[in-house]
């Protein structure tokens, strides 16, 4: 089986089209060549799937021959945690995949997770508090509106005393 690399479509060997090339002098003798029979179009071979035994281009299959549906049929909880777990992609995937999706839903887990990080902000403040006071700064003094708020607390809690 093969596949038109121009406009996708699938023939077998037998069904190519054979054409000539004359390289643009009609005195030479043209080169035979092989092409799409719907459109003249440069092909190649078919690969299969190994799951639903379709053909695809070889840039279309994925490692182990899979296209992308099977791929995809592939993809279970129990073995997205197993290959999180075996390529050591547990901060990728627990903290800015899902956490960044959750979080504006599900606020017990932010609540949760926040008290986790502020015990380990506690930590790290008592450990480096000349590093935890320059990202106390940036964080207030970076943006302009941090700062106006910021000021605002200040007048406020001195107000208090
Ligand atoms: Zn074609
Ligand atoms: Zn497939």
Redesign the pocket.
Known sequence: MFI?L????HFESGEAATLKDYHGDRTLKPENFTA?P????A?EEAKSCTECCNSYLEDELYPGDLCRACLEAKVTLSDTVKYVADYKLEVDFYLSHWTESKLGRDSSLSQELVKIVQDAWTAFAERAPEEALSVCKKFVLDDGLGMHDYAEWLKEVNHEK
């Open positions: 038109c121009d406009c996708g479509h799409c719907a459109c003249h179009g092909y």
